[in-house]
Protein backbone atom coordinates (compact mmCIF):
# COMPACT_ATOMS: atom_id res chain seq x y z
CA UNK A 1 0.00 0.00 0.00
CA UNK A 2 1.11 3.32 -1.06
CA UNK A 3 1.82 5.60 2.18
CA UNK A 4 3.28 9.44 2.02
CA UNK A 5 5.21 10.96 5.14
CA UNK A 6 5.83 14.36 5.20
CA UNK A 7 8.34 16.15 7.23
CA UNK A 8 9.81 19.71 7.72
CA UNK A 9 7.04 22.10 8.82
CA UNK A 10 7.32 24.35 11.66
CA UNK A 11 7.15 28.04 12.76
CA UNK A 12 8.88 30.21 11.09
CA UNK A 13 9.25 34.13 10.72
CA UNK A 14 8.29 36.75 7.56
CA UNK A 15 10.54 36.28 5.46
CA UNK A 16 11.96 32.72 6.33
CA UNK A 17 12.49 29.52 4.75
CA UNK A 18 12.08 26.26 4.84
CA UNK A 19 12.13 22.62 3.32
CA UNK A 20 9.27 20.30 3.39
CA UNK A 21 10.16 16.92 2.72
CA UNK A 22 7.49 13.93 1.42
CA UNK A 23 8.50 10.18 1.07
CA UNK A 24 6.77 7.37 -1.02
CA UNK A 25 6.82 4.24 0.15
CA UNK A 26 5.07 0.96 -1.02
CA UNK A 27 5.20 1.91 -4.58
CA UNK A 28 8.07 2.58 -7.55
CA UNK A 29 8.00 6.25 -6.92
CA UNK A 30 9.15 7.11 -10.96
CA UNK A 31 6.34 5.88 -11.61
CA UNK A 32 4.51 8.86 -9.76
CA UNK A 33 3.75 12.47 -10.28
CA UNK A 34 4.29 14.55 -6.65
CA UNK A 35 2.58 17.28 -6.10
CA UNK A 36 2.14 20.17 -3.06
CA UNK A 37 -1.28 21.24 -1.51
CA UNK A 38 -2.04 23.13 1.41
CA UNK A 39 -5.22 24.05 3.19
CA UNK A 40 -5.63 27.22 5.44
CA UNK A 41 -8.90 27.40 7.91
CA UNK A 42 -11.91 27.98 6.13
CA UNK A 43 -10.14 27.39 2.70
CA UNK A 44 -10.60 25.07 -0.25
CA UNK A 45 -7.02 22.72 -0.82
CA UNK A 46 -5.20 24.56 -3.50
CA UNK A 47 -2.31 23.28 -5.32
CA UNK A 48 1.04 24.56 -4.74
CA UNK A 49 3.18 22.71 -6.83
CA UNK A 50 3.74 19.92 -9.15
CA UNK A 51 6.45 17.92 -10.56
CA UNK A 52 5.77 15.35 -12.95
CA UNK A 53 7.09 11.88 -13.74
CA UNK A 54 9.71 13.53 -16.04
CA UNK A 55 10.53 16.18 -13.71
CA UNK A 56 8.12 18.96 -15.40
CA UNK A 57 7.42 21.47 -12.55
CA UNK A 58 4.33 24.27 -12.97
CA UNK A 59 3.60 26.55 -9.62
CA UNK A 60 0.72 28.52 -8.51
CA UNK A 61 0.69 31.94 -8.49
CA UNK A 62 0.77 32.65 -5.21
CA UNK A 63 4.12 30.99 -4.47
CA UNK A 64 5.96 31.57 -8.34
CA UNK A 65 9.21 33.13 -7.56
CA UNK A 66 9.31 32.05 -3.67
CA UNK A 67 8.93 27.98 -4.28
CA UNK A 68 10.90 25.34 -5.85
CA UNK A 69 9.55 21.59 -5.63
CA UNK A 70 11.98 18.79 -6.91
CA UNK A 71 12.44 15.22 -6.78
CA UNK A 72 15.09 12.82 -5.54
CA UNK A 73 14.15 9.04 -7.02
CA UNK A 74 16.63 7.63 -5.41
CA UNK A 75 15.41 8.58 -2.07
CA UNK A 76 11.69 8.26 -2.71
CA UNK A 77 11.83 12.33 -1.66
CA UNK A 78 9.87 15.17 -3.49
CA UNK A 79 10.83 17.97 -1.94
CA UNK A 80 9.35 21.98 -1.67
CA UNK A 81 11.62 24.74 -0.71
CA UNK A 82 9.78 27.66 0.27
CA UNK A 83 11.52 31.16 0.82
CA UNK A 84 9.96 34.79 1.51
CA UNK A 85 7.33 33.27 3.60
CA UNK A 86 4.29 35.24 4.45
CA UNK A 87 1.97 34.79 6.89
CA UNK A 88 -0.61 33.90 3.83
CA UNK A 89 1.42 30.70 3.62
CA UNK A 90 0.49 29.70 7.02
CA UNK A 91 -1.51 25.96 6.26
CA UNK A 92 -1.31 22.93 6.59
CA UNK A 93 0.72 21.49 3.45
CA UNK A 94 0.17 18.15 2.06
CA UNK A 95 1.62 16.13 -0.32
CA UNK A 96 0.21 14.02 -3.38
CA UNK A 97 1.22 11.54 -5.26
CA UNK A 98 -0.48 10.47 -8.41
CA UNK A 99 0.08 6.96 -9.96
CA UNK A 100 1.50 7.69 -14.01
CA UNK A 101 1.11 11.29 -13.42
CA UNK A 102 -3.14 11.38 -13.59
CA UNK A 103 -4.45 7.96 -12.39
CA UNK A 104 -5.07 6.83 -8.64
CA UNK A 105 -3.89 9.58 -5.87
CA UNK A 106 -2.55 9.09 -2.89
CA UNK A 107 -1.95 11.84 0.06
CA UNK A 108 -0.31 12.39 3.04
CA UNK A 109 -1.25 13.21 6.49
CA UNK A 110 -0.40 17.01 6.15
CA UNK A 111 2.12 18.88 8.09
CA UNK A 112 1.38 22.63 9.61
CA UNK A 113 3.26 25.61 8.33
CA UNK A 114 2.98 28.88 10.59
CA UNK A 115 3.96 31.80 9.13
CA UNK A 116 4.60 34.35 12.34
CA UNK A 117 6.63 36.45 13.99
Known amino acids: QVQLVESGGGLVQPGGSLRLSCVLS????????MAWHRQSPGKQRELVAR???????SYADSVKGRGSISRDNAKNTVYLQMNSLKPEDTAVYYC???????????WGQGTQVTVSS
Open 26 to 33: GGDFDLYG
Open 51 to 57: IGMNGTT
Open 96 to 106: KGSFLDTLRHY
